[in-house]
């Protein structure tokens, strides 16, 4: 593929890069792995020139920044926001500036630690713990199955490390079932996209934030959950409308130019109600719709239903609102719609994204600068486990189910087809339910926290106490998740490793090595080369040396696809390039920096068509009553915190920008009529269980609603446990409960 065409800035980043190249050139981690038993413990890699600088993506949140970390003596002594990177243009947040203290945390794990039978997690050697994880698993599945054994992944490790694990434990281990922690903030947007557009496919990029004339937010706090976008929408010259929908007066909803508080789950009602009045003010793209969609006629008629007197008594928003919403879509030239947690953590997340999606087809806003329905990722690689992590769809968004699929995949890896498995993995909450009814007995969990993080707490806690054997691989031994395990493995984090993230625009970038992980603490990857070599399955990864020789694989794996990667060459294109976007197929032109799906029209589906896709909607499956009057919202507190804290909260910097206690939002007429005084002591019940908290009396909440921020660890002692039908993505944003004062 030709390289980018250069500009000023661009050429100084390409000599930088050069220098980089040069200044990295040689064995990076790849010695440390090739030699089963000596895995080159205790050795510092000698790879980085002293007082050099080098460049790497942010690894908290899906924005994807690209942050300047600062060598000495071959380590990172400091980081800075790029400012030549396109994504975040010389910016970062707190939890960017701060990346580098949670590796310098005392209480790094550093050993692997086996429980022993008087209970007590001990320190053992790699291969007493290989041999404990080989020995019990296999055990498991010669008594239960292979299925018994399942794993449970994440989106904060490199897309190199997800895709070797996926197909790890699928191909060499022989597991069915395996899942992300995606599954909590992306699986609505990713059923979304597949249903309506034939692939997991977001379609923006974030320079719209900056070329729309319209720009609506739906359950998003941008300033607060993703800061560094929302810089990207200030830089908007075209005096945007900027609309935040979302029952609670967020950080951007004071920001915006219009803020429709509506009723807590009822967007669905509102987004078919907007296209009712779309349709009666004939502020529809019928040219578009007709040449690039199908279903748009019974959609019309079933939105029909929704006149304006209806949804305005169903969602709490004026029918002035509505139609001064509408207006807004329907007569501004560019119109982009953006949605995150608010809309995918809900009992019908799925639907109400492609009501979304619905409204960007019908007025033409899609293909097109400044337009798209896009979603924003949590998670910096949520997109890379989407397309590669081999869990719920097989390698590069192709299907278990499919006999072809899986010849493919076969053939591209040379393995025998009858290593993958014919069926689709359990969802995450299946998984944890597997454990309820002994279909699942040994459970691989792999950087996330599903103790502090899983809907209703106390039920995933005491099943995971219920495993036969339960294995956590992290940066620390104390998550409230790895105080449950048999078995702790000390990994590595980001900084400490290489490979490439993509982020919420399709934007690979790389993650480099900059410092050394302590003690014995190994990378990923090296763990999974280590589990392969024990497991006796060794074999089939030999060409899985290095991130970088996955990566290669990877873009096999995605040639043609739509996700295709193949003609990126190499990491160094992707720092020359400032990340490249997908796809990039072989032999393509050049790629613009930031470039954005369907411009011509034609969509991944078998006609190339998008659909239009609907449903009544549902109530809550759990509304507020006469004991428990409170809609609970939760969602993001601050830019300062990155879900359970197990990083951010390691950090003294971040911890003073954010309460170190539980706080609880409440509304000033609540507050009054319960006789509770702001920074008061609270105690919040649910059905689930309580907690207390300090009253914080704000009119940002509704009266009837309260907010709970997701980073403390009682959080999920209260939130009810409903899933998409779709999607199996839980509803973390609505439940209900009392509020008593202590
Ligand atoms: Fe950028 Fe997100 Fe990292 Fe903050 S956490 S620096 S917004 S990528």
Known sequence: MPMPNPSPLRQRVRQRAAQLVRAWDGPMTRDLVQRPGAFGLGRVPERL??????QLTCGYCSTGCSLTAHLREGSAVNLSADPLYPVNLGMAC????EALAPLDAPDRATRPLLRGPDGVLRPVDWDTAMGAFVGRFKAIQAAHGLASVAFISTGQIV?????FLGALAKFGMGMVHGDGNTRQCMATAASAYKHSFGFDAPPGCYADFEESDAIILLGSNLCIAHPIMWQRVLRNRRSPEIVVIDPRRTETAQCATQHVALAPKSDLTLLFGLAHLLVRAGWVKRDYIAAHTTGFAAFEEFVGAYAPERVSRETGVSVAELERLAHTIGTRERVSFWWTMGINQSHEGVRTAQAIINLALMTGNIGRP???????????????????????????GRSFTDPADRADVARILEIEEARIPTENSLAYDQILAGIDDGTIRGLWIIATNPAHSWIHQSEARARLRKLDFLVVQ????????????HLVLPAAGWGEKDGTFINSERRLGVVRKIRRAPGEALADFHIFQLVAHHWGCGDLFRAWRSPADVFEIMKRLSAGRPCDLSGIHDYAQLDLAGGLQWPVPEGASAPAAERRLFADGVFYTPDGRARFVCEESRPA???????????????RGTSAQWHTQTRTGRSAVLRKLHPATTYLELNPTDARRLGIADAQEIRVIS???????TACVTAAVAPGQVFLPMH?????RLTFPAFDPHSRQPSYKAGAVRIEAI
Not at 687 to 693: F, K, Y
């Open 49 to 54: 020139t002293p007082d050099a600088t080098t």
């Open 94 to 97: 707190p939890k960017g500036w």
């Open 159 to 163: 897309t190199e490390e997800m895709a």
């Open 370 to 396: 400044g337009t798209g329905a896009n979603s924003i990722t949590g998670q910096c690689n949520a997109m890379g486990s989407r397309l590669f992590s081999n869990t719920v769809s097989l390698f590069g």
């Open 474 to 485: 992290d940066l620390y031994a104390d998550t409230e998740t790895a105080r449950e395990a």
């Open 621 to 635: 499956p759990e509304m507020p009553d006469a004991d428990f009057p409170f809609w609970l919202l939760s969602g």
């Open 687 to 693: 059905r689930r269980g309580r907690l207390t908290a």
């Open 712 to 716: 403390y660890a009682e959080t999920n």
